[in-house]
């Protein structure tokens, strides 16, 4: 099975709700991230794609490392997604659904079994953001 390296955001906000994105032309929706450019680390990755995907000016000190996670691919049948996934909050600062971003919700763990969500979402980073309380 092909591999497809990312990195991901695990961003929960003080109402405990996780952020997650829908790109245009799918239906899952996914933490925010996405592929390295060539000589990017995973961290430099994952603060151009929240700049550009959702408008956030973020720096390495705002990135607490979760570790490497791996599941199937949700957009790319037949691939697995290898996520490099980072905790990072954003406060006050609003995020706003821009460039290949269709959609953006704020989520309860009551969403996880109406939504559609990525797998990698479902089997290891919502569980992070959630310990006690993720089906």
């Known amino acids: 099975m092909p591999d497809i390296h990312v990195s991901a955001a695990v961003i929960v906000d003080d109402e405990g709700r996780v952020l997650v994105v829908r790109k245009h032309g799918t239906t899952r929706f996914m933490q925010p991230g996405g592929k390295p450019e060539p ?20 720096d390495e000190a705002d990135l607490q490392p979760l570790g490497t996670f791996i599941s199937e691919a949700a957009n790319e049948p037949g691939h697995r997604v290898i996520a490099d996934a980072f905790a990072t909050t954003i406060g006050a600062r609003s995020a706003t659904a821009q460039a290949e971003l269709a959609e953006l919700r704020w989520i309860t763990p009551s ?13 290891h980073l919502l569980p992070i953001a959630w310990p006690a309380r993720t089906p």
């Open 39 to 58: 000589g990017e680390s995973a961290a430099q990755t994952l603060i151009r794609e929240l700049h550009e995907e959702l408008g956030l000016q973020l």
């Open 111 to 123: 969403d996880v079994a109406t939504l559609p969500l990525a797998p990698l979402s479902i089997e």
